[in-house]
């Protein structure tokens, strides 16, 4: 262990990957042979490429506090840090255009995750970054300079450590939560963790003979009779429970309630009077049967089934398609989530620069916090610019490493 890198990064995900690039780029930009990345995976990224569904939704151009939950002080100085940072540009002068959909989201104009890994990890190669894989941290201290230990036994020593290791979810990609133990052996707090943007577990009988009908709906969450959170977006029917980016939108809050409930609106561009003239104009011209009446309006057998629930009472199906009840029994946990709800306490970090207040040198970025987006880019985004901003605050003081 002769070599003393001047910065390690533990993680080579989107926050790695990132701050790795900025390190090695621009204004004071450190050589490539003084920078390390070390991943556990046998190759970085893992995450990165399957983000979008494997197009890479990297960001999301509507973007606002509303999208992240975590420390609002933290969340609104993130937000402003993506004004000036602004990783969308920072991709596209690596050579990575992008465009945006209908709601915002942004991908590469290849609509492939991968293109974009290929490229960033082609410019690390160019400046003869460092990488080394198959290297699970397991323990990090501080002596003269910081010491990285392995699960093999393996030492590297560097003189700032940036800790981008990622959550507790997806564990096939690396992240299943052992990371914030290098944080924590600093004294970190470490918040409650939970599954987010995860399909959730249902009472089968709401369920049955539904699996795969997909469809737009309204979805609010209750605890018992208590609002909680409402999102819309694509609802979909599984042989467990309920899937969809709407239901992804409402699932970081289940793991906290008693009572937890989705009442769905399959019908949300329609109004409830809206609707009820329609169904009565067709019960009025008789050629539509009563079990047909929501033919044409939602998906035929959901239509159908609703219908059955009712017993065909009109006022009863209106009810159902407006405020279908679902009782929620639990989530596919963190081996299904995207990915984390809570971490590292953001109290103890630098909001402009994510260095620790409790250990100098010592930089925790991406999902590593208590910070979680929305689904459509929001994670990205602030694991992009969490790594930017802590490879700029590194290079700032350059003269110093």
């Known amino acids: 262990m002769n070599k ?30 003084d920078v390390v990345i070390l991943e556990r995976c046998d ?54 255009i992008t465009e ?51 699960e093999n036994g393996e030492r590297v020593a ?37 599954p987010s943007l995860v399909q959730l577990k249902t009472e089968k009988e ?12 309204a979805v609010t969450l209750t ?12 609802f979909l029917f599984t042989d467990y429970g309920v899937s969809g980016n709407a239901v992804f939108k409402i699932s970081d809050k289940v793991a906290c309630l008693k009572e937890p409930t989705i009442v769905a609106d ?15 104009n067709r019960i009025k011209q008789g050629f539509i049967p009563r079990g047909d009446i929501l033919n044409g309006l939602v998906h035929k057998k959901l239509g159908e089934t609703i219908v059955r629930m009712c017993g065909g009472d009109t006022a009863g199906v209106l009810n159902a398609v407006k405020s279908y009840k679902i009782k929620i029994t639990g989530t596919l946990g963190f081996d299904y989530a995207q990915t984390t709800k809570g971490g590292i306490d953001t109290c103890d970090i630098t909001s402009e620069t994510f260095e620790s207040k409790l250990q100098n040198g010592l930089y925790i970025t991406g999902e590593m916090l208590d910070v979680d987006g929305e689904c459509g880019g929001y994670n990205l985004t602030f694991a992009f610019t969490s790594g930017i901003a802590a490879a700029k605050a590194i290079k700032a003081i350059k003269e110093n490493i």
């Open 4 to 33: 003393i890198y001047k910065v390690a990064i533990i993680g080579g995900g989107a926050a790695g990957l990132m701050c790795a690039t900025e390190l090695l780029s621009g204004e004071n930009a450190l050589c490539g042979k």
């Open 43 to 96: 190759r970085v990224g893992k995450k990165l490429v399957v983000t979008g569904n494997g197009q890479g939704n990297l960001s999301n151009a509507r973007i606002s506090t509303e999208n992240y939950s975590g420390n609002p002080a933290f969340v609104s100085c993130f937000l402003e840090q993506v004004k000036t940072l602004n990783p969308v540009k920072y991709l596209e002068n690596l050579g990575i």
């Open 100 to 150: 945006s959909d209908e709601s915002g989201r942004i991908y590469p104009v290849s609509r492939q995750a991968n293109s974009v890994l290929d490229i960033i990890r082609a410019y690390l190669a160019s400046k003869n970054c460092t990488v080394i894989t198959g290297f699970k941290a397991v323990k990090l201290v501080k002596k003269s300079e910081f010491i990285i230990v392995s």
């Open 158 to 194: 560097a003189e700032k450590v940036v800790l981008a290791a990622g959550g507790k979810a997806a564990k096939q990609f690396g992240t299943d939560g052992t990371g914030y133990s290098l944080a924590t052996a600093f004294c970190h707090k470490l918040t409650p963790l939970f």
């Open 206 to 217: 709401p369920i049955r003979g539904l699996k795969g009908i997909k469809l737009n709906a």
């Open 223 to 234: 605890d018992g009779n208590k609002f909680i959170k409402r999102a819309t977006g694509d």
């Open 266 to 280: 399959f019908l949300p561009d329609i109004s409830e009077t809206d609707l009820k003239t329609i169904l009565s």
